[in-house]
T-cell receptor
Framework: ETGVTQSPTHLIKTRGQQVTLRCSSQ?????VSWYQQALGQGPQFIFQ???????GRGNFPPRFSGLQFPNYSSELNVNALELDDSALYLCASSLRYREPDYGYTFGSGTRLTVV | DQQVKQNSPSLSVQEGRISILNCDYTNSMFDYFLWYKKYPAEGPTFLIS?????DKNEDGRFTVFLNKSAKHLSLHIVPSQPGDSAVYFCAVEMNSGYALNFGKGTSLLVTP
């Protein structure tokens, strides 16, 4: 059983640029969520995708967008990068309507630095 | 507005002793409460959870206690081992399958 894989692991971008982060969900999972973890903070929910549609969104502006593909993999796109977007971006996969004692499976994250 | 609070940024415990990590939440509508462990350069790993209809759940050395009247959650690790040294996040969700709301984490150090 493969886990959640994210690419790239590290990325440096310039303010104003656009970035795409990728995530392959765990085999058998059909839901993907994205989280942003700033230094010293807990992960903050960005959005969730189920059946290729956005299924919930946290307090993030529209320049954060995403996609889910038929194989349940996902992309996170961020436009017009700002310095405060520098963070660890985590992807988590799960089964929709999972048993409550079966938590999300997280990837190791993409460390984005905006300069 | 922080709905999940972990007021202790760090905790140091001797090997073999009990580690107690605490978490407070503000919304009585949360249905599930989860604990995640995170090592550096890795993603959070699910540890244990508890439903709002229970007050205790145990899994080996890990026990989670839920006090709904106090809106308080705690994780007990007995006995603590050096490999338990990590950042522990408390997380809550409204319904199974929806967004997790995390605390800021508590860094646990277990010393030999």
């Amino acid at each position: 059983e493969t886990g959640v894989t994210q690419s790239p692991t590290h990325l440096i971008k310039t303010r104003g640029q656009q970035v795409t982060l990728r995530c392959s969900s765990q085999s058998g999972h059909n839901t993907v969520s994205w989280y942003q973890q700033a230094l010293g903070q807990g992960p903050q929910f960005i959005f969730q995708y189920y059946r290729e549609e956005e299924n919930g969104r946290g307090n993030f502006p529209p320049r954060f967008s995403g996609l889910q593909f038929p194989n349940y993999s996902s992309e996170l796109n961020v436009n017009a990068l700002e310095l405060d977007d520098s963070a660890l971006y985590l992807c988590a996969s799960s089964l929709r309507y999972r048993e409550p004692d079966y938590g999300y499976t997280f990837g190791s994250g993409t460390r984005l630095t905006v300069v | 507005d922080q709905q999940v609070k972990q007021n202790s940024p760090s905790l140091s415990v001797q090997e073999g002793r009990i580690s107690i990590l605490n978490c407070d939440y503000t919304n009585s509508m949360f249905d599930y409460f989860l604990w995640y462990k995170k090592y550096p350069a890795e993603g959070p790993t699910f540890l244990i959870s508890i439903s709002s209809i229970k007050d205790k759940n145990e899994d080996g050395r890990f026990t989670v206690f839920l006090n709904k009247s106090a809106k308080h959650l705690s994780l007990h690790i007995v006995p603590s081992q050096p490999g338990d040294s990590a950042v522990y996040f408390c997380a809550v969700e409204m319904n199974s399958g929806y967004a997790l709301n995390f605390g800021k984490g508590t860094s646990l150090l277990v010393t030999p």
